[in-house]
Structures are given as C-alpha cells and as structure tokens.
DNA sequence: AGCAAAACGTGAGCACTGCTCTTGCTTGAG
DNA sequence: CTCAAGCAAGAGCAGTGCTCACGTTTTGCT
C-alpha cells in the first residue's frame, strides 16, 4: 500500500521526525516549560508558522513528545528485566551478579523485579525533563487524549508481568490481611479490562506499589530526597526489594525449591 | 519597636499579602503555568512594573507560594493527627469515630498515621494547583533556596511523630531484614540531623514509605489512576493502612495490651 | 522645619512567546 | 498540461517577563 508513497509524504514524515527530534532536545536541555516553537523553527531554519503544518500547536507537539517518551520508558523497563529483555543487552553495564559464563539461569522473580524498577529509574535519571513530562504536573491543557493510556502502561505491565510469573510458578505470597469489597471489584474490573488473574489482594498491593515505584522516583528526581537521602542507589535498591516483598515476591531463584 | 513603623511599612505588608493572595487564586483557578503578573498586577489595578518592587521576579513570587503551601499542607497534616491536632478542630468534620462522649481516649497510633495520611490527601485534593507546586514538576530555575527545606520537612514530622510515640510506646514492630549498612549510615545522619532518634531499619522504611505516600497522591492527582482506580477513597484508605503496617505500627490502641 | 534620600507608582519599551492569516511557490494526480 | 492541494514565508496580533527613566510621596535626619 504505502510503501512509496511519493516524496512528499517522505519528506513529511521525516520532517516531522525532525521536528520532535529538535523539540526532545531542547526539552532535555531546558525543560518542558522552556521549549518554544519558534526555538524549534529556528534551529530547523524554518519559519515558526511552517511548523503549524505538523503540529496544531505546542500541545500536540508535548502531546508527541510524550507518547514516545512513555514507549521509551516502558520499553527501558522490559529491557531490564533479564527474562524478557535480555540482561546484556540495552541494560547498562551490571556484568557483576550472574552470567559470566553465558549460562542463561533462570533469574529470580525477586530479582527480575528489582531489575525493572531498576531499569525505570535509571532511564528517569537519564531523561529527567522527560520523566517529568510524562509523572511530574500535567501540562496546561491537561488529560491526557485516550491514546496516551496504552503506552503508559507499558512500565506496570513489565511489572505485572514479573508478578504473574511467579504466580504462575506458584512463588508467591499472597499478601495477609482482608481487602475491602470496594478495592476488590476495582482490581478485579482492571484486571479483566488488562485480560490478567492474579489474586486480588495481590493486584491491590502492586496498583498501589506502582504508584509508590514513582513516588521514589520522583522524590529523587524532584529534590525531595536533598539533604534526605544522599546514598540513593543502595536505598532505592534496597526499597524497591522491600517493595517486591511485599507484593509476595521471594528471594528464592525459580519454583520451588 | 516596630510596633507601628509608619504606615509605609503597613501598607507594604498588606499589598504584598494582597499580591499573594490574588496569585494564589489565579493559581488555584488556572495553574501555575497560567499565573501572569501582569493579570496579577491587572486584577490589583496597579501597573504591573510596580509588582516588582515587591516581588523581584515571578520565580519569586511561586517561591513565597510554594512556602506558604508547605506550611499549609503541613498544618493540615497535624490537625488531621487526632493525638496533636485535636481531632474536632479544624479537621474535615470527622464526627463519626471517638470523641461523641468528649472522652479522650487515646487513638491507635496506626489510626493516627492513617488520619495523617488522610489529611495530606484531603489538602491535596483540596489544593490540587498548589500541590502540583510542592510535589509536581519543580519549577523553571528550580532548586528551591534553602528556606524552604523547614517547610517542607513538616509533613514528615508529623508522620514521625506518630511512629515516634508507637515506638516510645513500646508499640513498634521492627521490620525485618537485613539493612544495609551505607543506608543505615545515611539514616543516622538523618535522625541526628532531625534530632529523633528511632531504629536505623524503622528510619530506613519511614523515609522510603514518605514518598510512596506522595506517590500514591501524585498519581490520584496528576491522573494517572484514571481508568485504573475508580474507589479512590477506600484503596487510598486500605493502601495507607498496609503503609503503616510496613513501617511497623499494628491496630492495638494505646500501649501493651 | 527643612531637606536629602529612599521608596513608590507609572508608562513606554525590549525581546520573547503561541498562533493566525495572506501571499506565493512546489508538487502530485487527473 | 492543468489545477487543486500541500507547503513555506512573512507580517501581524495579543500576550508574557522584565527594565528603565520619570515624577511623586513618604521617611529619617539634621
């Protein structure tokens, strides 16, 4: 169908690309607050008004920018984790722990876990502004349009999809206490709306501990930790396996022992 | 001696107050992206360079907010611990529990934390614009000034104070687990940073559940439960009291049973 | 009381922003 | 080959933060 469709709508697309390309950097470089079009146009050598043919407005261009920015993170989450994403591969450089000698070893659900949270927060820290765009203080025109709800779960679904695991594998805690019948039938609906099972005291804990992942990161990326917490990779790790605990996750590598 | 300087001095304090109070409104109607000085000024009826001789730049001006936000969702975190605030003070009418009788009777310290969590969200809720300030994306220049770190410690103080007293009370369980020692480092200094004095892993796990807690807040606020958590009240309710199990504090009311 | 100095309010103005509209050129389809 | 659609450019509007030179008012000091 589309394969050639012509250089025009070549050059359109690649324009386009070149536009969010110019606008992500200045939004690493400055922040969302600063970017400006005419900056954009500008350093594109081309008039601020040729921009509009792309993007209806500034909004649209943040818009954008968001979306690939969600895809970015959750694809950083599915990297790190080692039995989706390949350890060795995008993650950065940790040959400490396991595979030396190239043995796949079946990592720990505990371990998968901590790696993603790991792989999120590394990539928050990389692209701050970026981050902040997609879990600081929604934008001006706020609510975000239905499309961004896909690509924003993409970082709970590597999440859920550690979880699922070790229940599949039967490695799993289920977390004590009674659930209120009011939580129970929300989880349940988001679960048959995300096509999973998992119990619902477990789906309960780890909606809220997804939430809590990001009040870590934030906290640190925002300067809430300042003067707080300086040793912030040992206690991030040391949280986020606090964290997977207390989803139901173990510390044991596969089924049972 | 300045008990009457001059009604310069008078007249300084009050339209600087009224400068805060227009901005605040604007803010609290539109964001703070939105907040303009020269609507500020237009609203006051006075030319808008004449704001800067009261407010250097607007950066300035989000900055005397943001403190007087801190301090605001601060109060409202000890008025809404029934042990220090008085439960039927300026708390959000809450007749239901204890008190019909006017009988003290000491509250549980994990209801007290859940009331304290309670209260922060209620403000948040209440004031989602100034929230987003504290806890959202930090500003353009950002890097507050040292002033505001006092401000913004008061929320965690009152939610030290709850698990203070627990543990003063003998009522504290110690999460278990090992601590790794470059956080219990970091903890101590902390504690004799704050002048509190509490187990390093206690410590450890009341930092990182403080921003879980703004965690679980931000993303009610910024949307990012939108389609996820509909029962926002009960599973901010259940979630904040598995928070406080966490951190060691258990139903039984006042000291040994 | 008188006077200099500091504080104050004003309006014009600069550089910047998002966005619209008119004008002319280029391109692709019939 | 034609002609409409897509595209780029420039001027322009309304708004922003902020500065500056200018009169006026108030204050503190002699």
Chains 1, 2 share one sequence.
Request: glycine share 10%; charged share 20%.
């Amino acid at each position: 169908m589309t394969a050639i469709r012509g250089a025009r709508e070549r050059a359109r697309s690649e324009i386009t690309a070149a536009i969010k390309d110019e606008a992500r950097a200045q939004l690493a470089a400055e922040g969302a607050a600063k970017l400006s079009l005419r900056a954009v146009a500008r350093a594109l050598g081309m008039a601020s008004s040729a921009l509009y043919r792309y993007f209806p407005s500034r909004d649209d261009l943040l818009t954008a920018l968001i979306l690939d920015a969600y895809h970015a993170i959750g694809a950083a989450a599915e990297a790190a984790d080692p039995a989706t994403g390949g350890a060795g591969a995008s993650g950065p450089a940790e040959s400490g722990g396991t595979g030396a000698a190239g043995r796949p070893e079946t990592p720990g659900h505990l371990e998968r876990w901590v790696a993603v949270c790991g792989g999120v927060r590394a990539w928050a820290l990389a692209h701050p502004h970026e981050y902040a765009l997609l879990y600081g203080t929604p934008v001006p025109g706020y609510h975000a349009p239905q499309t961004t709800t896909a690509p924003a779960g993409r970082v709970a679904r590597a999440l859920i999809a550690v979880v699922g695991d070790a229940h599949a594998a039967g490695a799993l805690h289920e977390p004590p206490g009674p659930l209120p019948e009011e939580v129970a039938a929300d989880v349940r609906a988001l679960m048959t709306e995300l096509d999973i099972e998992l119990p619902a005291p477990v789906m309960a804990v780890l909606v809220a501990t997804w939430a809590q992942l990001f009040g870590l990161i934030s906290f640190e990326l925002f300067g809430q930790f300042h003067r707080v917490v300086e040793e912030r990779d040992a206690f991030f790790a040391h949280t986020t396996r606090r964290l997977a605990e207390g989803v139901g996750l173990t510390a044991e590598p596969g089924g049972a022992a």
